[in-house]
């Protein structure tokens, strides 16, 4: 079974998904199509920020969207209703127990998923399963360990770690972006390239200091808050700090960088070896 969500899903969240997507498309997504006719899973979709633009970018493409949240799953459907998008189809279900059968699948995509789990490797090879021989898989994460800001903050590092920790507790790792190239040959898979997609923001790109650096990113640390006060990581005031420094650094003279990993890869072809 996947993990519990470690931020939650409260209406907040929902709404911090959908800033990311939006703040991040070209970054992460330009360079992600299927060829017309492909049958395409994606995994995690939840509330579907990530599904609109395989949608968009794939319209030919007939994409089956999955998450163990049957909420989640009802919030996508009802976003990609809106959207006027006819190329998905939903399902509730865990990466570890899918519906389908072995091979069912041309291409697997999975955006922030494996960041949740206690076991990556096996969750890869699950989805290995579902491909097509020579199909491929793109996974995106990020990497909390890539953050770096002016004006520098120890209150705002601080803050940071509580969040990597609490993930970290879930079974999570919130540094997984690192990782994605040795956890794709560990699965098996051939042809594994990785590329870093790093967001630089500063005041002359005024829509990625809303839409990243405050909607997603210093929202994403201050919605752990609550936790990690009561998980003793930290006292109320420190961390109010390193929030405030952390959105200090949206000001006129602030700057943010952060880094994802977008990976893909192909299932050997059927006779090759493994």
């Known amino acids: 079974m996947s993990q519990p969500y470690v931020h939650g899903y409260a209406p907040r969240e929902r709404e911090r998904l959908e800033d990311?997507?939006?703040?991040?498309?070209?970054?992460l997504h330009a360079d992600t199509a299927y060829p017309a006719?492909?049958?395409?899973?994606?995994?995690?979709?939840?509330?579907?920020a990530q599904t609109i633009q395989l949608a968009r970018r794939s319209p030919g493409a007939r994409i089956t969207s999955v998450d163990v949240s049957s909420e989640s799953v009802a919030a996508a459907r009802e976003k990609v209703t809106a959207a006027g998008l006819t190329?998905?189809?939903?399902r509730q279900a865990d990466?570890?127990?899918l519906p389908f059968p072995p091979a069912s699948f041309d291409h697997v995509?999975?955006?922030?998923?494996?960041?949740?789990?206690?076991?990556?490797?096996d969750a890869l090879l699950s989805l290995r399963s579902q491909l097509t021989p020579g199909g491929t898989i793109t996974v995106i994460e990020g990497d909390h360990g890539s953050t770096c800001f002016h004006?520098?903050?120890?209150?705002?590092?601080?803050?940071?770690?509580?969040?990597?920790e609490l993930q970290r507790r879930a079974g999570g790792d919130a540094l997984i972006g690192r990782q994605v190239?040795?956890?794709?040959?560990?699965?098996?898979?051939?042809?594994?390239?990785?590329?870093?997609?790093?967001?630089?923001?500063?005041?002359?790109?005024?829509?990625?200091?809303?839409?990243?650096?405050?909607?997603?990113?210093?929202?994403?640390?201050?919605?752990v808050r609550e936790s990690a006060v009561n998980a003793g990581l930290a006292k109320p005031a420190e961390f109010d700090a390193g929030i405030h420094d952390l959105k200090r650094t949206a000001g006129a003279d602030g700057v943010f960088c952060?880094?994802?990993?977008k990976g893909t890869g192909r299932k050997p072809a059927a006779g090759s070896a493994v």
């Open 20 to 27: 990311q997507a939006d703040a991040l498309v070209e970054l």
């Open 258 to 261: 952060y880094t994802f990993f």
């Open 37 to 48: 006719g492909s049958r395409v899973l994606e995994v995690g979709c939840g509330v579907g």
């Open 151 to 164: 004006p520098d903050s120890a209150a705002a590092r601080a803050a940071i770690a509580c969040q990597v």
């Open 181 to 223: 190239y040795p956890l794709l040959i560990a699965a098996g898979y051939d042809d594994v390239r990785v590329t870093p997609r790093q967001v630089y923001v500063d005041s002359s790109r005024p829509a990625l200091v809303d839409g990243f650096t405050c909607r997603t990113f210093t929202a994403m640390i201050e919605g």
């Open 95 to 97: 990466l570890f127990a």
């Open 87 to 90: 190329n998905v189809s939903f």
């Open 109 to 121: 995509f999975v955006c922030f998923v494996l960041e949740h789990l206690r076991r990556p490797v």
